[in-house]
């Protein structure tokens, strides 16, 4: 019952700090032109939210912060097969919603939220023996996303090694018509990506998370001990660190199915510290507790990101820089009685999600920060200044 207590309560506080984030950004324009651009099934999430909450941060954010905390739970039940003890898989559970890769995707509106998700979902699904539900599920994956490709590949070789026949031929044709519909790149010269990729993964599990996490996979492959879950984390390793040779590949397409690599990680961990004695024990004590202090650090910088401004000399360089700026520009414009402009085309996408549209009749022309006494309109968080812009109005006449 405590340890129950204590998972929902885990949830409860991740749910809560994800709402407070959504309240410290803006839309990306990455995000703006998901939302407008191109029918998808993650826009079709979105503005389901938007249509039921209202043109807002909270709203726009909502299906991402939902797809992760459903996440959680089937991560939870997941484990079960690998970890015996509730109160290890509490500790897995928090690990995992500490990751950096694993808050951005709770966040930010891209593909990895829906790829963890859906992950998860066929790999609880097929665990539970449901095939019924696998199938058309797989199909309607091969609709919603192009990096659900990533998966047919994986269970094409997971098939193919299981002497299944049918189902290689079912996956087979999942794969040919995402590529048809999505493409398929695997293209360009020998580029020199390979470093560019390692450390994305570092950046998304953390150093020594995803340190452990290859050296478990391979130790896996050794030994045989080899299941679905680690068919599909390490295809979608070995597959981005190939591409990652001749192009730079996108890490938001591979490193959610990575994230099946947890429970065997935590299983391996959990089985390795074990079977020592107490005086052997500590080396094991130590990574786990680096691991820990570094995983909660990204999470306090998250949360108070905006003093980073304090000591960045060029506020451009701040990691959030992109996912600020928009939504207080927005409100600077309208307390002035201004709802339309004419700007940049980043700019201006970002800003129609806050009601100021595209006209004729202001120019915004963004100067130099440090212009500030020649601009109408400033922003500024902690006291240092991020966005300077002129605004004018154009004489019709």
């Not at 593909?111 to 790999?123: E, H, P, Q, R």
């Not at 193919?160 to 360009?188: C, D, P, Q």
């Not at 998250?302 to 304090?310: A, G, H, I, S, V």
């Amino acid at each position: 019952m405590i340890q129950r207590l204590i998972f929902f309560s885990i949830l409860l506080i991740d749910a809560i700090i994800l709402f407070f984030l959504t309240n410290e950004i803006s839309i990306s324009y990455g995000e703006a032109e998901l939302l407008y651009g191109d029918f998808s099934f993650l826009q079709l999430l979105i503005n389901i939210s938007l249509f039921l909450f209202g043109q807002n941060d909270f709203a726009l954010r909502l299906p991402m912060i939902m797809l992760h905390l459903l996440s959680v739970l089937l991560l939870n039940e997941i484990s079960k097969k690998y970890i015996d003890l509730p109160k290890n898989r509490l500790w897995l559970v928090l690990l995992f919603v500490l990751l950096p890769g694993v808050v951005s995707s709770a966040l930010i509106i891209n593909s990895a939220g829906i790829l963890i998700f859906g992950t998860l979902l066929f790999v609880y699904l097929y665990e539970k023996n449901l095939k019924k539900i696998l199938y058309p599920l797989l199909a309607l994956y091969a609709l919603i996303d192009a990096g659900f490709v990533y998966l047919f590949l994986a269970l094409m070789a997971y098939h193919i090694l299981k002497n299944e026949k049918y189902n290689f031929v079912y996956v087979l044709l999942l794969f040919s018509s995402s590529a048809y519909i999505y493409g398929f790149e695997a293209h360009g010269r020998p580029s020199g990506h390979f470093l560019d990729a390692i450390g994305a993964y570092a950046a998304v599990f953390s150093p020594i998370i995803f340190v452990y996490i290859f050296y478990v996979l391979y130790r896996r492959y050794l030994t045989e001990k080899t299941d679905l879950a680690w068919y599909i984390a390490s295809s979608a390793l070995l597959i981005s660190l190939i591409l990652s040779f001749r192009q730079r590949v996108s890490i938001e397409y591979f490193a959610p199915y990575l994230m099946l690599a947890l429970p065997l990680a935590a299983q391996t961990f959990i089985s390795s510290y074990q079977v020592r004695l107490k005086i052997f024990r500590k080396k094991y004590k130590a990574i786990f507790v680096i691991s820990f202090v570094l995983l909660l650090t990204n999470t306090l910088v998250l949360l108070f990101n905006k003093e980073l401004y304090l000591v960045i000399e060029n506020p451009k360089k701040h990691f959030a820089y992109d996912m600020h700026v928009a939504n207080e520009l927005a409100q600077e414009l309208q307390s002035k009685n201004i709802y339309c402009v004419t700007t940049d085309v980043e700019t201006q996408l970002r800003l129609k999600f806050y009601g100021v549209s595209n006209c004729k009749e202001f120019v915004l022309a963004k100067s130099s920060i440090k212009e500030k006494r020649d601009s109408s309109v400033t922003i500024s968080y902690k006291n240092t200044l991020l966005y300077s812009a002129n605004v004018t109005k154009v004489n019709k006449e």
